[in-house]
């Protein structure tokens, strides 16, 4: 019997989390169609909230752009930004494209496939169908670019990418390996084991990786092809204290602030989520909790 939250991690984006330049920490809560602002020591409150059917129902993934963030409707794949105001705009797929819909086989969000925003404004996503599924840079006018040329996946399956300081973009496959696809288009594994659900990833300014593991209720670093436990138990727990003693329920976002400290989006799919702050200090501590909808 598959467990219910690895049938999900193989089919949709995890739900996202940043750390804004002003401090201030963004997520999304799917089911809720809400992207929520958190500054540390006060209650979050509701940056921007949708509907079903709309350009912001069921947001997953979350990124920056300038002063906007960026997510995508797991209802019609539409990319949108949403200012600091809260007004929700779309930026793709645009007017301008043919039928205004996604080049090939595109399906951003709707179908449960992934995408990150690169600097350019240009979208990395999933195109093709089972058994040739390749992974496509779109650029702002709709063309396609191969990152990997002639790759093509028999079963790819994506819960998160995460683009490095030098170009290079990484994610999670199956939730059980982390891939690399260098600047230059080179595909490697850089971990094939020590895995049991990943589905947040972010870069730390060193280059290591930091890995929100959901299955087994873990925050990991790789660094130098070592997989190291930052926090978590692997109890099924809302429990804040030191890192060696603090568990999740299920992490499924994770942000590094350039202060070092990490916050994580605990999101079990039978309670509301929660930000989860671990220190460089050491300790664990939850600064925001939401109600289930």
């Known amino acids: 019997m598959i467990h219910l939250l690895a049938a999900i991690t193989l089919a949709h984006p995890a739900p996202g989390i940043t750390v804004l330049p002003t401090g201030d920490i963004a997520f999304v809560q799917p089911a809720a169609h809400t992207v929520w602002l958190v500054t540390p020591g006060q209650d979050p409150r509701p940056l921007a909230v949708g ?3 709309t350009d ?4 997953h993934d979350l990124w920056q752009f300038d002063d906007a963030l960026v997510t995508a409707s797991d209802r019609n794949g539409a990319v949108v930004t949403i200012a600091p105001d809260g007004n929700v ?3 793709y797929p645009q007017d301008s494209w043919p039928n205004a819909k996604w080049p090939q086989d595109i399906t951003v969000a709707a179908g449960g496939d992934p995408f990150i925003l690169l600097p350019d404004k240009s979208i990395v996503a999933v195109t093709g169908k089972k058994g040739h599924h390749r992974i496509v840079r779109v650029r702002p006018n709709g063309e396609l670019e191969d990152l990997c ?7 790819l399956h994506l819960s998160a990418f995460a683009l490095a300081p030098d170009g290079a973009l990484y994610f999670t496959e199956l939730g059980t390996r982390i891939r690399k696809i260098s600047p230059t288009g080179e595909l490697s594994t850089v971990l094939d084991r020590g895995l049991a659900g990943a589905r947040g990833l972010a870069v730390d300014k060193d280059g290591s990786l930091v890995i929100a593991d959901s299955l ?6 790789l660094r130098a092809a070592k997989l190291q436990t930052i926090a978590g138990t692997g109890a099924r727990a ?5 890192t060696s003693e603090a568990a999740f329920m299920e992490p499924t976002g994770v942000a590094i602030a350039h202060t070092g400290t990490i916050y ?5 799919l039978d309670i509301a989520p929660t930000v989860r702050e671990i220190s460089p200090e050491g300790k664990v501590r939850t600064i925001a909790t939401t109600t289930f909808p």
């Open 51 to 53: 509907k079903d059917a």
């Open 56 to 59: 912001l129902s069921v947001p």
């Open 89 to 91: 705009s779309r930026l």
């Open 149 to 155: 040329p002639n790759q093509e996946f028999e079963n």
């Open 216 to 221: 087994a209720r873990k925050i990991l670093r």
């Open 238 to 242: 809302s429990t804040d204290g030191l």
């Open 264 to 268: 994580v989006l605990d999101f079990p």
